[in-house]
């Protein structure tokens, strides 16, 4: 079954074409505004997706800034507190969180993984793209025309009368879904249809599998989507009467509607994230995964229950208590699947020979938040507890736990586990982990204190408060500086080593899956030749160490 | 993009009038690319219903919520219009698998006819559906010189929605009915007219000669999305025209 010999030779290329690679094969803008390279493309959605998180972050830091204080630090009025937290949410959420992992990560090394010299569809990707650029513009637009004050999620009546950009955020929305929808479709091709010979279903890296499981939710869910914000437009356009109370529709249908595709959505965000930590733990680790299959077979199930408990959202909204029992009901079983992965991460760390460089501080790092915010959203599936904590801090404390702490973090440990690979140089270690362990404090720092204000009362999207949440306020907010200066130190540290150029090894962690068999950076076309896998995956007993030696040329 | 040194894999033409295709050089057999085309267009036609099941969902919520209204309102679409259209499209349906089949066939005349023909379809159901429409901006059920005023909360009247014969007085909400029917008509019909813009670009392509056996994805692909533009219709109709 395994055999000592690494699939591919990194050194065969040496002799080869010397060291052409994809960011050095063509120059000029147009061959990479116009390129159909799926790395390439990855690498701009990084660049968009990077910015966006900024943003979205400096938002979240003046938001903060603003609480500082009970009657509010910064804003002039309620309005602007509130298109400042909206921009926040609808930022962090549609430009950066569901695209992010997918986009840069998965474009870069899907297809890496599964031995293929692209996606199915290159120009589909390209389209992804710049459908994703044309719903950034798109929401840029909405800010200039007014901004919107509607929360991320459009709730109906508010967003049928508020007098703000409403339907250009929403076309927005509309573009981004398609862009999103049209990546899951790639990638749902690619893997039944450009495995390379030998690489079964049971052999494919984790990330694939996380990746197609996200992809089939991008598929099924996002058009709920995209025809729910198309009715809010068409409902402030010409006032069809679907979400309108006073017309004789009904804002709880949207409800209904709009979480049909965000509670999906919220694993569209998080199972990129999965497919990351399995990689991490296992390479960092040196150990094949504890519980491969049922990790594989997690993320599919997750894909599936995540179907069937939108109903949790809406608590407090008026539905049939009969429907509120199987939902609060169902969500618990979100929490099988999910434990499962968390154990068997744990399963594989364990006697493991752990290095602890910076992507595998934040994977530890993501284990221990993810276990936080995974067990807070058990909590919050219980129908008596919710009622009392809906609309809350606490809620939103449980879902930055799960989306900044565990789905950023580990977008975070992937970037800093690919670097190498994507650009051939190593960042600084030290001040890598310098950066993790400030965005670590800062993160807990900011979301603990909003557990506890959470749990004592304090409603969550409040300009103002009374003054005795002002303690949790203060060390939330500077929780957040920490994280903002954590982050800061990150971007700089990457950036850094673009210039520093310190080259990185051909196999810099001594992975076994085929992204890390090919050379670093990758040629145009990924492999040298065709790759035939003989090895079963994660078989460390295959790695060349002399790999793991040469830098790359 | 393809890549010195990387040989690629050619469908040579069955005859003069076709030229040769070459399969995208990520792809190592033409099965291969007809295959993943194939099922990325089906995922593809799986977010098309998705979309629209979100109409359908609300048709049928307001249905249940409002019964008379559909009722009305029903009555006052012309069935016998409606039948016409649902028969022009299932003809069309079948002119397009003709020409699907006659690009499989490398009959690149036949090809031709049959999608200009799937086109006439198109235009006789958009014309049919203009009628339509002008009938009910005449009653004033749907008034679309109004149809973006803003509404005014005071009077509660909605700008496009007069109802000049009172046809629809005495039930709640009359307008919802003909909102609906608009707004589910109106991006079917939008597809319709997407769907005649593809059938003309690959009428395009099949005049160069480029669709015969070896090769003719678009043209099967876009006979799925014909066939799909088709199957809505068959949904609205006894939906919006008959049930009432």
């Not at chain 1, 065969?12 to 147009?30: D, I, P, Q, R, V």
């Not at chain 1, 807990?444 to 909003?450: E, G, L, R, S, V």
């Not at chain 1, 500077?478 to 200066?485: Q, S």
């Not at chain 2, 901006?137 to 973006?148: D, Q, R, T």
């Amino acid at each position: 079954m395994t055999t000592n010999v690494p699939v591919i030779d990194v050194h065969a290329e040496a002799h080869g074409s010397g060291s052409t690679h994809y960011l050095n094969c063509s120059k000029g803008f147009w061959s990479w505004a116009g390129t159909l390279d799926h790395k390439r493309i990855g690498l701009m959605y990084l660049i968009g997706t990077g910015v966006a998180f900024l943003a979205g972050g400096l938002f979240a830091l003046l938001v903060r800034l603003h609480l500082w204080q009970p009657d509010g630090l910064l804003f002039k009025d309620n309005v602007q507190y509130n298109q400042i937290f909206t921009l926040h949410g609808a930022f962090m959420v549609f430009l950066f969180v569901i695209p992010a992992i997918p986009g840069s990560l998965g474009n870069m090394v899907l297809p890496l993984m599964l031995g293929a010299k692209d996606v199915a569809l290159p120009r589909l990707n390209l389209l992804s793209f710049y459908l994703w650029v044309t719903g950034a513009v798109l929401a840029a637009l909405a800010i200039i025309l007014g901004g919107f004050d509607t929360g991320w999620t459009f709730y109906a009546p508010y967003s049928l009368y508020t007098d703000q950009a409403v339907v250009t955020i929403g076309l927005a929305v509309f573009v981004l879904g398609f862009s999103s929808i049209f990546t899951g479709l790639n990638f749902i091709v690619t893997v039944h249809k450009l495995r390379a010979p030998g690489l079964t279903w049971f052999r494919m890296p984790l990330f694939v599998w996380a990746l197609y499981a996200t992809s089939i939710l991008q598929v099924l869910a996002t058009p709920v989507l995209g025809i729910t914000v198309l009715l809010v437009a068409f409902e402030r356009l010409y006032h069809i009467g679907i979400f309108d109370p006073r017309l004789g529709g009904d804002p709880v249908l949207f409800e209904h509607f709009f979480w049909f595709y965000s509670h999906p959505a919220v694993y569209i965000m998080v199972l990129p994230a999965f497919g990351i930590i399995s990689e991490l733990v296992s390479v960092h680790s040196r150990k094949p995964l504890f519980g491969y299959k049922l990790i594989a077979f997690s993320s599919l199930a997750i894909a599936i229950i995540s179907f069937l408990v939108w109903g949790h959202h809406m608590f407090t909204s008026g539905q049939s208590t009969y429907a509120m029992f199987a939902f609060s009901f169902l969500t618990f079983f979100v929490a099988i699947p999910t434990a499962i992965k968390e154990f068997s991460w744990v399963a594989t760390v364990w006697k493991g020979s752990i290095a602890l460089n910076a992507p595998m501080l934040y994977t530890l790092a993501f284990l221990i938040i993810f276990a936080i915010g995974g067990l807070t959203g058990v909590i919050l599936g219980s129908l008596n507890v919710d009622i009392h904590l809906h609309d809350t801090y606490f809620v939103v404390a449980h879902f930055h736990y799960v989306m900044m702490g565990s789905i950023a973090l580990a977008f975070f440990a992937g970037l800093h586990h690919w670097w190498p690979k994507m650009f051939g140089v190593m960042y600084d270690e030290t001040m890598a982990k310098i950066a993790c362990g400030l965005i670590f404090v800062g993160f807990n720092a900011t979301f603990i204190p909003q557990f506890i204000m959470g749990s004592r009362g304090m409603p969550r999207r409040y300009a103002t408060y009374v003054p005795e949440y002002q303690p949790y306020h203060m060390a939330s907010t500077i929780g957040a500086m920490i994280l903002g200066v954590g982050v800061a130190v990150m971007v700089f540290c990457f950036v850094a080593s673009l210039f520093q150029r310190k080259k990185a090894m051909q196999n810099q962690w001594g992975g076994v899956t085929l992204d890390w068999l090919t050379p670093t950076p990758p040629p145009l076309e990924n492999f040298a030749e065709a790759p035939t896998v003989t090895n079963e995956v994660y078989d460390y007993s295959t790695l060349d160490y002399k790999a793991m030696q040469t830098p790359v040329r | 993009m393809s890549h010195d040194g990387h040989h690629s894999v050619v469908i040579p033409a069955p005859g003069p009038e076709f030229v040769p295709h070459t399969v995208a050089h990520h792809f190592d057999t033409p099965v291969q690319e007809f295959q993943a085309a194939k099922l990325g267009f089906w995922l593809f036609l799986a977010t098309e219903i998705l979309l629209f099941g979100g109409l359908f969902a609300a048709y049928f919520y307001f249905h249940e919520s409002y019964p008379e209204t559909f009722r009305l309102g029903g009555r006052q679409l012309d069935w016998k219009l409606g039948a016409l259209n649902t028969t022009v499209l299932l003809i069309s349906s079948w002119t397009m698998a003709m020409g699907v089949r006659s690009a499989q066939t490398s009959q690149k005349q036949k090809t031709l006819m049959y999608c200009a023909l799937t086109v006439l379809g198109a235009a006789i159901f958009m014309v049919v559906k203009f009628f339509e429409y002008k009938a009910k901006n005449e009653h004033g059920l749907i008034v679309f010189s109004e149809l973006f005023h803003p509404y005014d909360g005071a009077t509660g009247s909605i700008p496009w929605f007069k109802d000049y014969h009172g046809v629809m007085a005495g039930v709640p909400h009359g307008h919802l009915f003909f909102a609906i029917y608009l707004t589910m008509t109106a991006i079917h019909g939008l597809h319709v007219v997407i769907g005649a813009g593809l059938i003309l670009w690959v009428m395009k392509g099949a005049a160069k000669g480029r669709f015969h056996a070896g090769y003719f994805l678009p043209v099967d692909l876009v006979g799925l999305y014909w066939h799909l533009v088709d199957l809505i219709w068959i949904f609205l109709f006894p939906l919006l025209y008959l049930v009432p």
